[in-house]
């Protein structure tokens, strides 16, 4: 059995949401921050086990832990560790807002963290703190500076730049990355359930970004099969790399190589999916792995060739943070 699906798409990388509570009010995502309405039981160490176990078997080989804010779980450390240690598994990864990188970059190095991307998404402390309504810009830089120092190989920067709120911030981005390692992703803000009204003030369309970038002399790189949906571009000039991820371009769905897990063990397809598929009756015991890898492989015949956000379709997703961006 493997994860291929009607269109010949493979899907070797799971991204995994084991929370969606959030410390953040980021503007486009969560502007009123997380509303807890009623106790949510995520899921455990134990069923995060058995999934991953059945997801490596079908051939997956790279984990993102996303959220909501994946670092605000107590057991976030021990979790790496676990994914970390499943055969088959070659890479772990995740998406934080930062707010506890300075204190825990090494400990989850350590725990066998491959690669971190850290969503930044103005240089400027108050912008920063407009954007995502924590006044804490700069210790989420001194978390940046943490992972270099812990060893981390792979830093990325993610990044929603939007018009007249943080576009100005492009040069400054580039500035930066001149004489660092780092790939800075700007990702097209998309339209969810919860912001359409802002979502027509402030989007910017990645192809802009990408039109001022070629007249900068950036170099678009060649894409290969499974490098996943960013267009990445280099400079001569610079040691860091820019990834551009254009939802809303023709054919981003073509390289689709990710499937989803919410933290309450749905199966989404599509980020921009309807409801998603209940996993999570057969996470309790590893006898189940079987009828669960049967489940994923049917479930992924249903996949659809494209996302159709150009059509306003926004699926059953109100925000990001809800199934783990
Ligand atoms: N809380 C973590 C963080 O912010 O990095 C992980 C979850 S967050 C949903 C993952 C990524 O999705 C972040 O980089 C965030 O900027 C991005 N994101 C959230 N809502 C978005 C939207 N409507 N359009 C584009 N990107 C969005
Ligand atoms: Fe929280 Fe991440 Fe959403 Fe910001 S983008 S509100 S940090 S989940």
Redesign the pocket.
């Known amino acids: 059995m493997q994860l291929v699906d009607r269109y010949q798409r493979k899907f070797e990388y799971l991204r995994l949401s084991i929370t969606d509570e ?1 410390n ?1 009010k ?1 503007n ?2 969560l502007p009123d921050g997380y509303q807890r309405t009623h106790q949510k039981q995520f899921l455990s160490e134990n069923e995060i086990k058995n999934l991953i176990n059945a997801f490596a078997e079908l051939g997956t080989s790279k984990v993102r832990i ?5 670092s605000l779980r107590k057991d976030f450390t021990n979790i790496i560790t676990q994914i970390s240690n499943t055969e088959g598994i070659s890479k772990v990864a995740t ?3 930062g707010f506890s990188l300075s204190k825990h970059a090494n400990e989850w190095f350590d725990a066998g963290l491959d690669s971190i ?3 930044i ?1 103005s240089l400027d402390a108050n912008t920063f703190n407009l954007i995502t309504g924590k006044n804490i810009f700069h210790k989420v830089m001194e978390g940046v500076e943490a992972c270099s120092e812990a060893g981390f190989k792979q830093i990325k920067i ?1 990044s ?1 730049l939007m018009k007249g709120l943080n576009d100005h911030d492009l040069t400054t981005f580039l500035a930066w990355i001149k004489d660092q390692p780092i790939q800075l992703r700007f ?4 339209q ?1 359930g919860d ?1 359409q009204a802002f979502f027509k003030q402030y989007h910017l369309s990645g192809q802009t970004i990408k039109t001022t970038l070629l007249k900068q002399n950036w170099i678009s790189k060649d894409r290969r099969i499974n490098d996943g949906p960013a267009e990445v571009f280099t400079h001569p000039d610079y040691l860091g790399e820019i990834g551009l991820i254009m939802p809303y371009s023709k054919d981003f769905c073509n390289n689709c190589n990710r499937l989803r897990v919410s933290a309450l063990g749905k199966l989404h397809l599509c980020l921009f999916g309807e409801e998603g598929v209940d996993l999570r009756h057969l996470l309790q015991n590893c006898e189940d792995k079987q009828e669960l890898k049967e489940l994923v492989v049917a479930s992924l015949q249903e996949k659809k060739s494209s996302h159709f956000l150009d059509l306003g379709l926004t699926g059953a997703t109100p ?3 809800s199934i ?2």
């Open positions: 959030c953040f980021c486009y995502c996303t959220g909501g804010e994946p998406t934080t807002n991307n850290v969503s998404d993610n929603v990702i097209e803000l998309m969810t912001n925000h990001l943070a783990g961006g």
